[in-house]
């Protein structure tokens, strides 16, 4: 139904350093707003005159300055006026239905086979692209993987876990297992249901998804972790609201790290130099939870 991998397209890669930033002196109300709001001190303020730019190449890109503007008298080359929108306060959740949402959100794994809807994989990225980003660098991509390329994905985990499990429970070596690495040998029986469901056709690791997403940034990129985490997280809060599964697949990143960086990437089939920090299953539920309990 959709291309086997995407981007979302990003509104502008943060890159561009020739700025320019003018001020409409007849809109101007001398409020200093963006001046203040500026993170980086790219606006001057003298007294009288309109903001002026002074350290265009300081400059990430964030629109405060725009945004803040009650007039629009500042313009900046990086956002064109169709680039700018009034934020409609009137559709914006409450903090009951905001916090009511975050109580209804679970790691649903009852996926079905039903497809998601591209328009549900579209919010979600579009949510995955308005979380914040270290000096707003904006360097996280996400690849949507799908049918045969979660079987090869579950298939490459498994036998990572398989002969894992298979060395660390050999009976000469489970009582260093046991001592050395008492986690894993807790989940030995969990790893033998696994290996079942996975030889009758289910994918445990993946959690049956109808794609996985995967978060990555540069490789070397010192914010790879966090930025691509707070991306999951909207996504993940999205999906939500649609009534949609996302699961945090943590065994998926645990056994994908002991790999080399080429292979992962070509199994991810990630952007040049990339490097995964989250995956995300995601699918359509059989059924929702009419409860959540305290925690
Ligand atoms: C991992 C991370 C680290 C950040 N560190 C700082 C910081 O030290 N100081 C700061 O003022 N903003 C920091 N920010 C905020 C970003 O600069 C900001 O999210 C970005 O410019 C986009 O602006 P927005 O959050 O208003 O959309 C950080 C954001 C992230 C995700
Ligand atoms: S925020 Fe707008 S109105 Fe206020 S000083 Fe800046 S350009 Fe002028
Ligand atoms: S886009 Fe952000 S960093 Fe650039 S001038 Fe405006 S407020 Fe400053």
Known sequence: MFPKSFYPPPLFMNTERNVNISVEPSL?????????????????????????????????????????????????????????????????????????????????????????????????????RYAPTAENTRRVRVTVLEGARIHELERVVMRFFLGLSRVLMARPMRPLTRMLLPDLYAEAPELARFRERWESGESPCCCNASCVLVFSAPAGYDFAWQDCNLAYQNASLMAEAHQVSQVYLGLVQMALRFMPRGKVARLLNLPKGHVPRAYMAVGIPRFLYPRYTER
Request: hydrophobic share 35%; aromatic share 2%.
């Open 28 to 128: 101007c109300r001398h409020c200093q707003r963006c001046v203040q709001v500026c993170p980086a001190s790219v606006l001057a303020w003298t007294s009288g005159r309109v903001p002026q730019m002074r350290a265009a190449g300081q400059c990430i890109g964030c629109g405060h300055c725009v945004d803040v503007c009650e007039t629009g008298a500042l313009r900046h080359s990086l956002f064109p006026p169709g680039c700018v929108h009034e934020v409609r306060r009137d559709l914006l959740p409450s903090p009951e239905s905001l916090m009511e949402l975050l109580h209804a959100r679970r790691s649903n794994r009852t996926i079905t086979d039903c497809p998601v809807p591209r328009a549900v994989l579209d919010d979600m990225l579009e949510a995955a």
